[in-house]
């Protein structure tokens, strides 16, 4: 693997330290070996080494999206996603996919959950060389009782639909945690609330006890839990009950934060889809019932959020990229963006939660994340002062390089683009209906 030499940019190391001007890195055997005066020295030393000049750019880790669906194909419906993804189909489309999310400057990803077990497939063929993509971390089905879920009564009483694993009783939670582990997963995720079909809103629908069983067996084997969780008692069960990240955590309340701080989880809020439909989904022609789903969530929820992180709670950054409403490589800066303009937090504090932080949801603390000797060489290098404006890291244009592991990632080649495969979007006859009313108004 080639020694480079990134000579004299400016440096956000991740750590949430001041920018620091004129301050190389070099990067050897996929690792930063030096940064700053004995970067410039090491590399003087060494007999073959590519410099790169980097003045006037701001050099930064990678980003880490810690909540993605790389295995979902952007749909706009969960008639789409449940009924209209064959296995096949679906793992060429999730490998044609990844790649985006590597040159939007995601040099690591979880992926929560996913259809057809792909994830974990996935994971090995990118470290294998066979697909370019981030550094990959998956889950398997999420796990959902048979009331919960968000697609209704697409999810079945029983077995596996989509992205979900319906599991009815204490003995099959154990079961269905224990065989995803052996199949590859990384995490268990756990869906604790859900929609039910004659009811508005997400319920809680998972108990803490059965929540604590999943977790004491995953734990008991060296894997972490996160969970879906809308709700204030749901947060708090959560972590009374041992999930190390919580997603969501809407309307958590001051009993609920407690908990979370006396249990050390870790926050996801995702609140990168709720802004994407408030801000733009007119522009994408959402519906008004999609508009109003989370309407006000992201105001209620993001003054606790704002509480939690001001306590120490780690929060981490994740898109959601998957559906219509975020698709792969558009929208994995947002997070730090919705971070700035609605938690009150400093770019250079969003920076590290989508990067610093971002490691606990891939096990890699200490690993991956920040600028400094040992860490593994994950660098986005691009023009701009993301500590000024951090909206620049949604503009690809500025990418001047990215490396992966110490590769160097081909930022030149054209954005990747297909045609629609028949069968795979639902074709509606209408929006609304063609009324008598409709047509003589």
């Given at each position: 693997?080639?020694?480079?030499?990134?000579?004299?940019?400016?440096?956000?190391?991740?750590?949430?330290?001041?920018?620091?001007?004129?301050?190389?890195?070099?990067?050897?055997?996929?690792?930063?070996?030096?940064?700053?005066?004995?970067?410039?020295?090491?590399?003087?030393?060494?007999?073959?080494?590519?410099?790169?000049?980097?003045?006037?750019?701001?050099?930064?880790?990678?980003?880490?999206?810690?909540?993605?669906?790389?295995?979902?194909?952007?749909?706009?419906?969960?008639?789409?996603?449940?009924?209209?993804?064959?296995?096949?189909?679906?793992?060429?489309?999730?490998?044609?996919?990844?790649?985006?999310?590597?040159?939007?400057?995601?040099?690591?990803?979880?992926?929560?959950?996913?259809?057809?077990?792909?994830?974990?497939?996935?994971?090995?063929?990118?470290?294998?060389?066979?697909?370019?993509?981030?550094?990959?971390?998956?889950?398997?089905?999420?796990?959902?009782?048979?009331?919960?879920?968000?697609?209704?009564?697409?999810?079945?009483?029983?077995?596996?639909?989509?992205?979900?694993?319906?599991?009815?009783?204490?003995?099959?939670?154990?079961?269905?945690?224990?065989?995803?582990?052996?199949?590859?997963?990384?995490?268990?995720?756990?869906?604790?609330?859900?929609?039910?079909?004659?009811?508005?809103?997400?319920?809680?629908?998972?108990?803490?006890?059965?929540?604590?069983?999943?977790?004491?067996?995953?734990?008991?084997?060296?894997?972490?839990?996160?969970?879906?969780?809308?709700?204030?008692?749901?947060?708090?069960?959560?972590?009374?009950?041992?999930?190390?990240?919580?997603?969501?955590?809407?309307?958590?309340?001051?009993?609920?934060?407690?908990?979370?701080?006396?249990?050390?989880?870790?926050?996801?809020?995702?609140?990168?889809?709720?802004?994407?439909?408030?801000?733009?989904?007119?522009?994408?022609?959402?519906?008004?019932?999609?508009?109003?789903?989370?309407?006000?969530?992201?105001?209620?929820?993001?003054?606790?959020?704002?509480?939690?992180?001001?306590?120490?709670?780690?929060?981490?950054?994740?898109?959601?990229?998957?559906?219509?409403?975020?698709?792969?490589?558009?929208?994995?800066?947002?997070?730090?963006?919705?971070?700035?303009?609605?938690?009150?937090?400093?770019?250079?504090?969003?920076?590290?939660?989508?990067?610093?932080?971002?490691?606990?949801?891939?096990?890699?603390?200490?690993?991956?994340?920040?600028?400094?000797?040992?860490?593994?060489?994950?660098?986005?290098?691009?023009?701009?002062?993301?500590?000024?404006?951090?909206?620049?890291?949604?503009?690809?244009?500025?990418?001047?390089?990215?490396?992966?592991?110490?590769?160097?990632?081909?930022?030149?080649?054209?954005?990747?683009?297909?045609?629609?495969?028949?069968?795979?979007?639902?074709?509606?006859?209408s929006d609304v209906l063609l009324t008598w009313d409709l047509v003589n108004p």
């Amino acid at each position: 693997m080639s020694k480079v030499l990134l000579r004299g940019g400016t440096l956000i190391d991740g750590s949430g330290s001041p920018p620091s001007p004129h301050t190389s890195v070099l990067i050897d055997g996929g690792r930063i070996a030096a940064v700053g005066p004995p970067a410039d020295t090491a590399a003087g030393q060494m007999a073959e080494v590519e410099t790169v000049v980097v003045d006037g750019l701001t050099v930064m880790p990678g980003l880490i999206d810690a909540h993605c669906h790389v295995t979902l194909g952007e749909p706009a419906s969960n008639d789409e996603l449940f009924n209209h993804r064959e296995p096949a189909f679906a793992a060429m489309l999730a490998a044609f996919n990844v790649a985006k999310i590597l040159r939007a400057g995601v040099t690591s990803f979880l992926d929560v959950d996913g259809i057809h077990n792909i994830g974990p497939a996935l994971r090995e063929a990118i470290d294998a060389g066979m697909v370019e993509g981030p550094t990959m971390r998956s889950g398997g089905y999420a796990l959902m009782t048979s009331v919960g879920g968000t697609a209704g009564r697409m999810i079945p009483n029983a077995g596996i639909a989509g992205y979900a694993e319906v599991v009815n009783n204490k003995d099959e939670m154990v079961q269905a945690t224990r065989r995803q582990i052996k199949e590859g997963a990384d995490v268990i995720k756990i869906h604790v609330t859900g929609n039910i079909p004659t009811r508005k809103g997400e319920y809680q629908v998972w108990t803490r006890e059965e929540l604590k069983v999943v977790c004491d067996t995953a734990h008991a084997l060296g894997v972490p839990v996160v969970a879906h969780c809308r709700g204030a008692v749901a947060t708090l069960d959560c972590a009374k009950a041992g999930v190390d990240i919580i997603f969501h955590a809407s309307f958590m309340d001051e009993a609920a934060l407690e908990a979370v701080i006396e249990a050390k989880s870790a926050l996801c809020p995702v609140f990168t889809f709720l802004a994407n439909l408030a801000e733009y989904g007119a522009k994408a022609g959402a519906t008004s019932s999609a508009l109003g789903v989370f309407r006000d969530e992201m105001e209620q929820t993001g003054a606790m959020i704002r509480t939690a992180y001001d306590a120490g709670v780690p929060l981490l950054c994740g898109s959601e990229s998957g559906f219509s409403i975020t698709p792969y490589g558009h929208w994995h800066f947002r997070e730090m963006e919705v971070f700035v303009d609605q938690l009150g937090l400093t770019p250079l504090q969003a920076i590290t939660c989508g990067t610093k932080n971002g490691a606990i949801a891939m096990g890699e603390v200490g690993e991956v994340g920040t600028v400094e000797p040992g860490m593994r060489a994950d660098l986005l290098v691009l023009d701009g002062d993301p500590s000024k404006d951090i909206a620049i890291l949604g503009d690809r244009s500025r990418f001047r390089h990215l490396y992966r592991s110490g590769r160097s990632v081909d930022l030149s080649r054209p954005w990747p683009t297909r045609s629609r495969v028949r069968g795979e979007q639902i074709l509606s006859w209408s929006d609304v209906l063609l009324t008598w009313d409709l047509v003589n108004p």
